[in-house]
């Protein structure tokens, strides 16, 4: 009885805000459900609530309760909300259904026994540190019923050292005292109401900000505590972007923290680690370090050594191992023993090193795919290294991303925020844009084509940076039994008809560190141009689907004349083709030569293509200049691209 009365409160709470009840001569409509109806007509499921209550204690730790109702509006939506299902961590965290109830379209109310949800072990890639699910099934729905539950969790998101502790001392978060929250403010069904509500003692001081977008705020004192509460209304599911930037960048959220700054965090994660001993040295990895650096005369040839080895020899494997999980790093001895781990694991193997070559190194971390905002609330996915050159300046090193890559920091994280946690303390800070010829391809073809069409010719492809990772990535990853054929599959993306008769990578090209790929391909194509008594119609070979892997940007929909968010590509590029094409005697091209000449702040391209005697030579360069992209630079991103592609369309010759 009193959850049919509280669902009934939350009901007309929701109703009266999202039809605009802010005081007592507010009116409400006549019907609002039937005006309900109407405005979210068409929709799966409507949410009629979606709250979320913190009280936190003096410690930092935090007791969630999470209440939601929900009216099925169709069959889909009512499988949709079949099972609930609510991810926590056994280490740092404790949840459980409080109660569940179903209140069916024709008045009948049935209490779910949520004694019977089932906690299972959250399913896992690579890292397998003990996540769980709570799941409750609410059983078969019909339109019009409404599901009302309500989850209780106490704890905090990331760990520390848990020693094993079973009582509420692990809900404690590591900065002891500290709170912070990351709340998505976006949705995935339209929403009558959403309010997140954090009371915290009074003494304690509570920065926040609602980014991208708007909501209600208010702080209230109520005795000894202060109650923060944020709303919504009205809220329907974000419409998306292909390629767009993370939600979090785009889409409504709230960041807030007691945390006064990132330097009084950068500060903490430093002493954290040192009071631990995570880079103590060790006799066998001293061993190792300098048989690395022997006979490496200036710091970056000693820093590429040992970033490079322990990229490709600390293999990247996640399983709970005991003490240190979160933000402190395992000590030298677990990482260099067990040889994997996680992205903390990798990186604190390589500040060890780094320190027993006699650098000062410190880790760093973060958030790999989004944007890390000036509140300091622990918004990171990623761990990393920073080394203190001779210049008194920080460099990024991250060794999870660059096994057998030429880069030291990987440029698919170029535009990434990062805190290093060194012992002076640090601001955010971001990594630079990597210029596009840092991550060039290029492609130089030779070819010949018949009088029945057969194509006969050569192309040299060489690459480097993030290029040559993608284009070496057979070499590196691959078998070597496997590497011929998947040579000649790069052909056979041009025609199924292609046939490699000689393929040159050199003595070794799973050395990535001696130069950049080279790879020389020789071929016959039959049937590669239409071939009439007058005509002869093909594409150009470099433009024909080959080595599309490298060439991201062309699985990004140019087609759309306006984008609303940015958008991101895989890294910096720059691609130049050339090709020349030797034609059957007597045809020249219909269509007038092609020269294009573009550049704007976001991509820069020219382009040329004529008929030079008894030859075709196509000229083609394309500079892509971020990885991360404003809106406001997809009209220069787009005609650049598009000029591009246009370099790909049919050409066609007459006698």
């Known amino acids: 009885m009193k959850r049919s009365l509280l669902f009934i409160v939350f009901s007309l709470m929701a109703l009266s805000f999202a039809f605009g009840q802010t005081d007592d001569n507010c009116q409400f409509p006549q019907d609002p459900t039937q005006e309900i109806v109407k405005t979210y007509a068409g929709y799966d499921c409507l949410v009629l609530l979606d709250s979320t209550s913190v009280s936190v204690q003096p410690t930092g730790s935090g007791t969630f309760s999470i209440y939601k109702s929900v009216k099925i509006q169709t ?67 019909y339109p019009g019923d409404v599901v009302e539950y309500m989850i209780h ?56 900000q609602f980014y991208q977008g708007e909501c209600s705020s208010s702080v209230y004192w109520e005795g000894n505590n202060k109650t923060y509460t944020f709303a919504i209304n ?5 419409k998306r972007e292909a390629n767009m930037v993370d939600l979090f960048d785009a889409a409504p959220k709230l960041f807030m923290s007691s945390t006064p700054n990132w330097v009084e965090k950068s500060l903490w994660f430093n002493k954290v680690n040192e009071d631990y001993g995570s880079f103590a040295p060790l006799a ?49 001895k677990m990482n260099y023993t067990d040889r994997c781990g996680v992205c903390k694991d990798i990186a604190g193997t390589l500040i060890s090193f780094l320190r027993m070559a006699g650098f000062e190194a410190y880790p760093a ?11 300091p609330a622990d918004h990171f996915n990623h761990c990393v290294a920073v080394v203190k050159l001779a210049n008194g300046t920080y460099m990024p090193l991250d060794p999870t991303w660059v096994p057998f890559c030429r880069e030291l920091w990987s440029s698919a994280e170029q535009q990434q925020n990062y805190l290093p946690g060194v012992p002076e303390g640090s601001d955010i800070l971001i990594t630079p844009v990597s210029a596009p010829e840092n991550h060039y391809v290029r492609i130089k073809s030779n070819n010949r084509i018949d009088n029945k069409g057969t194509l006969y010719g050569e192309f040299t492809i060489t690459a480097e940076g993030q290029s040559d990772s993608n284009i070496r990535r057979i070499f590196t990853r691959g078998w070597q039994t496997d590497w011929i054929n998947t040579l000649e599959k790069e052909l056979l993306a041009v025609s199924a008809k292609a046939q490699l008769k000689k393929v040159d990578y050199g003595k070794n090209p799973k050395d990535y560190q001696a130069a950049p790929i080279k790879i020389t391909f020789s071929y016959e194509i039959p049937a590669y141009a239409l071939v009439t008594e007058n005509e002869l119609v093909f594409k150009p070979m470099v433009m024909n689907n080959l080595y599309s892997s490298v060439q991201s940007f062309l699985r990004i929909d140019t087609r759309l004349e306006k984008r609303n968010y940015g958008f991101k590509d895989a890294c910096s590029r720059l691609v ?14 219909v269509s007038k030569p092609k020269e294009d000449h573009l550049q704007n702040n976001s991509a820069t391209f020219t382009g040329s293509l004529q008929q030079e005697g008894d030859k075709i030579k196509l000229l083609n360069s394309l500079a892509l200049k971020k990885r991360v992209y404003e809106a406001s630079d997809w009209e220069g991103f787009r005609t650049a691209v598009n000029a591009y592609k246009k370099y790909g369309d049919y050409i066609i010759l007459k006698k």
């Open 234 to 238: 009205n809220a329907l599911p974000f």
């Open 284 to 332: 066998e990895a001293q061993q190792k370090v300098n048989e690395l650096i022997k006979g490496k005369k200036t710091e970056m040839e000693k820093i590429a050594a040992l970033t490079h080895w322990v990229a490709d020899n600390i293999r990247y494997s996640g399983i709970s191992m005991g003490e240190g999980e979160g933000f402190t790093l395992h000590n030298t």
């Open 153 to 208: 969790k106490k704890g905090f998101t990331y760990a520390l050292l848990t020693n094993g502790l079973e009582d509420d001392s692990r809900f404690i978060p590591p900065m002891r005292g500290q709170f912070y929250d990351i709340v998505p403010f976006w949705v995935e069904d339209p929403t009558l109401r959403k309010v997140y509500t954090v009371n915290v003692p009074q003494e304690k001081e509570l920065q926040f």
């Open 75 to 141: 069959p889909k939506g009512a499988v949709k909300n079949r099972i609930i299902t609510y991810d926590y961590d056994p280490l740092t965290a404790f949840a459980e259904f409080r109660y569940a109830t179903i209140y069916r379209a024709n008045g009948d109310i049935i209490n779910l026994d949520v004694t019977q949800a089932c906690d299972y072990a959250a399913p896992a890639r690579a890292i397998y540190w003990g996540a769980r699910q709570i799941m409750l099934e609410i059983g078969r729905l």
């Open 576 to 589: 130049e083709l050339d090709e020349t094409i030797r034609l059957p005697k007597g045809f020249h091209l």
């Open 365 to 375: 971390m973060t958030m790999a795919g989004s944007r890390v905002e000036k509140i």
